[in-house]
């Protein structure tokens, strides 16, 4: 497999389940970062990984927890969320170096919170 | 407050005739801007970028244009084709500290390109 790969594509979950999305890119990137894009909304920064450190969280309530293992793989645990969390929840990879490279990221997982 | 705007939700184009899409943003800290496409069901895909030490950037039928300035920046595809219909992403960033490589996007703009 080659880019970056989101599992699952499509989740629907009741408020009180927990649930985690995973993503993991194959293109030897050092960066990883999670992005949520709600209806009529621009995508929104979440997270950002710079070697498996965590680099920023854009005030995300705790509700949604991150983890990165190693470079390679990012999770994104979910509990108790609300129906307002329904969104595309992308995930995406760069290598941080003098200069700049573009982000490339996956397709998404569709999340509906019932 | 949005610090990159997409003014236009959509643009409705013929076939080989040349697109236009527009994007303004308000952080002068901002100094590399990209371009991304995407298709329903699909995540966004990078097209072009420009850094602000430039004002054009080409590759293909794609030019980015910058006018720092204005804090404006436009893409143009020429000639338009039908496979071109997506939603287009202007994103920016700016260097250093903690937020390396962390993008802000405008809301988007659909383009729809007509046989």
């Known amino acids: 497999e080659t880019g970056v790969t989101q599992t699952p594509r499509h989740l629907v979950m009741g408020m009180t389940n927990k649930k985690s999305l995973k993503c993991e890119q194959h293109l030897g990137h050092n960066a990883m970062y999670w992005y949520k894009q709600s209806a009529k909304k621009p995508l929104e920064l979440m997270f950002v990984?710079?070697?498996?450190?965590?680099?920023e969280n854009n005030s995300v309530p705790s509700r949604f927890s991150p983890e990165c293992p190693n470079s390679s793989h990012l999770f994104l645990h979910l509990h108790t969320l609300q129906p307002e969390d329904s969104a595309l929840y992308l995930c995406a990879s760069s290598q941080v170096r003098q200069g700049r490279s573009p982000l490339h990221f996956g397709n998404g997982t569709r999340l509906t919170v019932t | 407050d949005q610090q990159v705007k997409q003014n236009s939700p959509s643009l409705s184009v013929q076939e080989g005739r040349i697109s236009i899409l527009n994007c303004d943003y308000t952080?002068?800290?901002?100094?590399?801007f990209l371009w991304y496409k995407k298709y329903p069901a699909e995540g966004p895909t990078f097209l072009i970028s420009i850094s602000s030490i430039k004002d054009k950037n080409e590759d293909g039928r794609f030019t980015v244009f910058l006018n720092k300035s204005a804090k404006h920046l436009s893409l143009h595809i020429v000639p338009s084709q039908p496979g071109d219909s997506a939603v287009y992403f202007c994103a920016a960033s700016s260097a250093g500290g903690t937020s390396y490589g962390k993008l802000t996007f405008g809301q988007g703009t659909i383009l729809t390109v007509h046989p």
């Open positions: 952080n002068s800290m901002f100094d590399y």
């Open positions: 990984y710079n070697f498996k450190e965590q680099t």
